[in-house]
C-alpha cells in the first residue's frame, strides 16, 4: 500500500484555515451572548449561521488544498475588521 504524503505547507495552510474560523465562531458566540436576553429570535439565527461556519470547518481537509485557500482569501480578511466581517457575514 503506497501512502500519499502530504505537505508541510499544506499541513500549515490548513491549520490557518481551521483558526480562522475559529476566530469567526468567536466573533459569532460574543454576538449570540449579547443577543441572547435582548432579542433571542436574532441570537437563534446567529446560532443557525454559526452551525453554518462549524460544517465548513469540519469539512476542511488537507488534501482539498482549494477549499482551504479560498476559506483563507474569504474569511482572513473578514476577521481581521469587525465592521467588515458583519458587513460580509
Do not use: C, H, K
Not at 29 to 44: G, I, K, M, N
Request: aromatic content about 6%; cysteine-free; glycine content about 2%.
Amino acid at each position: 500500500m503506497t501512502e500519499q504524503e502530504v505537505s508541510y505547507d499544506a499541513i500549515v495552510r490548513a491549520e490557518i484555515a481551521i483558526e480562522i474560523l475559529n476566530q469567526a465562531r468567536a466573533i459569532v458566540t460574543a454576538r449570540v451572548y449579547e443577543l441572547e436576553a435582548s432579542d433571542p429570535d436574532a441570537a437563534e439565527a446567529l446560532r443557525s449561521r454559526r452551525r453554518e461556519l462549524i460544517a465548513l470547518q469540519q469539512s476542511l481537509t488537507v488534501a482539498d488544498r482549494a477549499s482551504v485557500e479560498s476559506v483563507i482569501a474569504l474569511w482572513g480578511p473578514r476577521v481581521r475588521d469587525d465592521a467588515r466581517f458583519w458587513a460580509e457575514f
